[in-house]
């Protein structure tokens, strides 16, 4: 069974910026889209970004769109999330996820396969 693993999350002062990596363990991973959600303490998780795994389109949430880059590497297997101008209310658990089809989706029951989460806190 596959498997996908985030890091890159961390501690940053406002304005700062990090870049998620999310590594896709098996090739079957391979034709579908990929997404990055995030879980604040007490919320909802919420869709942050998404991308096909041929690269061609992407879609971001409003509230990161224009500081956040979703990009891929499918010969590596990983995608990527960079954030930049990072905000205290970006804070929370990011998680990446496989999507059960070809297309980009917001909607979290659209995903299969999660990976373990990775912590980002800004600080104001």
């Known amino acids: 069974q596959g498997q996908l693993v985030e890091s890159g999350g961390g501690l940053v002062q406002a304005g700062g910026s990090l870049r998620l990596t999310c590594a896709a363990s098996?090739?079957?991973?391979?034709?579908?889209?990929m997404g990055w959600f995030r879980q604040a303490p007490g919320k909802d998780r919420e869709f942050v970004a998404a991308i096909t795994w041929d690269g061609r389109n992407t879609d971001y949430a409003d509230s990161v769109k224009g500081r956040c880059t979703i990009s891929i590497n499918n010969a590596k297997n990983t995608v990527y999330l960079q954030m930049n101008s990072l905000k205290p209310e970006d804070t929370g658990v990011y998680y990446c996820?496989?999507?059960?089809?070809?297309?980009?989706?917001?909607?979290?029951?659209?995903?299969?396969?999660w990976g373990q989460g990775t912590q980002v806190t800004v600080s104001s």
């Open positions: 098996d090739r079957t991973f391979g034709s579908r889209a």
């Open positions: 996820a496989r999507g059960r089809f070809l297309l980009a989706s917001r909607a979290p029951g659209d995903y299969d396969y």
